[in-house]
């Protein structure tokens, strides 16, 4: 079982008229207003941000399959991002092969671009502290994390490893990527069993800014 699962483990929106004229009256002021609704509705959903497909993953030769979007924070990340997790309207994606590999992303919509900057920060921050955190809190587990760099994608994407080794020899590779364009931050999660050796960096990185320029 891969720690992303296994430390997950351990540890988831009349009244009626009285005349014709009234009647009128009434039934013109709510064309506008269900309008406005509607074209309110439509922007929502128009903007939505989009995920990415299974194709847009680094290649399996298993091959990907996508679950669909859900709401909510993904206890997939749980293992790096836990309680330090902003409360915000989290909708992710999860995606698996045949094997032992499995993939997420987690997308939000802030308030403004500067929440969203500031979302992206401490995410990467929370990341960058996520190896010393399970050694902390996991006496078993044996953990390094790695910063492969930055992305230059919208606002940008930074690039983070993890490996993690127990005491009874099971061993993951974690990549993980954080990035935003204007007030909406994306993170994408990739592991299975194995090392850094067997992690498909390059790969990956394609799918991290993927991830988010397809957002809008």
């Not at 079982?1 to 039934?27: K, S, Y």
């Not at 900057?117 to 929370?126: G, H």
């Not at 399970?134 to 994407?157: D, Q, S």
Request: glycine share 10%.
């Amino acid at each position: 079982m891969p720690i992303r699962t296994r430390v997950a483990a351990l540890a988831a929106l009349t009244a009626t008229a009285l005349a014709v004229g009234a009647t009128a009256t009434a039934q013109a002021g709510a064309a506008p207003n269900e309008t406005a609704r509607k074209t309110a509705s439509a922007q929502k959903t128009a903007a939505a941000p989009r995920f990415l497909a299974a194709s847009e993953l680094p290649p399996h030769p298993a091959g990907w399959t996508a679950g669909p979007v859900t709401d909510g924070f993904p206890e997939q990340l749980a293992y790096c991002l836990g309680e330090g997790v902003p409360a915000y309207d989290y909708r992710h994606r999860l995606f698996h092969t045949d094997l032992d590999t499995s993939a997420v992303q987690v997308t939000v919509v802030t308030g403004s671009a500067a929440k969203g900057k500031a979302l992206a920060a401490l995410l990467d921050e929370e990341i960058r502290g996520c190896a010393a955190r399970l050694e902390r809190l996991y006496p078993e587990i044996e953990a390094e994390g790695r910063f492969f760099g930055t992305l230059p994608v919208e606002e940008g994407a930074s690039v983070h490893g993890l490996h993690t080794e127990t005491s009874y020899g099971a061993t993951d590779v974690n990549l993980l990527s954080v990035g935003r364009d204007g007030r909406t931050v994306t993170v994408v999660g990739w592991g299975q069993m194995g090392d850094f050796d067997d992690a498909p960096l390059a790969a990956f990185k394609k799918t991290a800014k993927k991830a988010v320029t397809k957002l809008y």
